[in-house]
């Protein structure tokens, strides 16, 4: 069974810009997971996405959004960019309807570089 | 929302010593708790998980972790280290209605 795919691996963006990242959860999970990872800072929780219903929000601005299509895929999206915002995001699902309380699958995530 | 604290960002262990990364929560109930690991270049792992029962729980790679309620501790423990050891490690704390919270990490390094 493949795992979660994210895709691009990699993006360099110019500070204004807006980017989509993309996620492909394994197949028959439906609870899709997004996190922003920096030195230092962990693992930030951005959503938590469910059958296409955004169960949860970190604490991140609105320029930070996500969706989630009917066959679980995930997007994220982040407009007007900031130096801040480069990171690694990583993409995560679960087989449970609740990230909360089962195991999370990673995918290699999304190295965005903000110039 | 629940919290985790991870409070040391780097440990350098000996290979063949033993290896203990603490990690503690803030959370009213008893949380699901988990360690991840993250290797060079690669994705998150997950180590161990507890939800409830036993409080001491045997993971992969010869790791294991204890829950220590009174404490809100879930410190991972391994009798001997090796080379392949060295990554970052995440301790997660999941709760009811709420997302999965990560640690900021601990990176471990292993000397010869």
């Known amino acids: 069974k493949a795992g979660v795919t994210q895709t691009p691996r990699y993006l360099i963006k110019t500070r204004g810009q807006q980017v989509t990242l993309s996620c492909s959860p394994i197949s028959g999970h439906r609870s899709v997971s997004w996190y922003q990872q920096t030195p230092g800072q962990g693992l930030q929780f951005l959503f938590e996405y469910f059958s296409e219903t955004q169960r949860n929000k970190g604490n991140f601005p609105g320029r930070f959004s996500g969706r989630q299509f009917s066959n679980s895929r995930s997007e994220m999206n982040v407009s007007t960019l900031e130096l801040g915002d480069s990171a690694l995001y990583l993409c995560?699902?679960?087989?449970?309807?609740?990230?909360?309380?089962?195991?999370?699958?990673f995918g290699n995530g999304t190295r965005l570089t903000v110039t | 929302a629940q919290s985790v604290t991870q409070p040391d960002i780097h440990i350098t262990v000996s290979e063949g010593a033993s290896l203990e990364l603490r990690c503690n929560y803030s959370?009213?109930?008893?949380?699901?708790l988990f360690w991840y690991v993250q290797s060079p270049g690669q994705g998150l792992q997950l180590l161990l998980k507890y939800f409830s029962g036993d409080t001491l729980v045997q993971g992969i790679k010869g790791f294991e972790a204890e829950f220590k309620r009174s404490q809100s501790s879930f410190n991972l423990r391994k009798p001997s280290v090796h080379w392949s050891d060295a990554a970052e490690y995440f301790c997660?704390?999941?709760?009811?209605?709420?997302?999965?919270?990560f640690g900021a990490g601990t990176r471990l390094t292993v000397k010869p």
């Open positions: 997660a704390v999941g709760a009811h209605g709420d997302a999965m919270r």
């Open positions: 959370y009213g109930a008893t949380p699901y």
């Open positions: 995560a699902s679960s087989l449970e309807g609740h990230s909360y309380n089962s195991p999370l699958h």
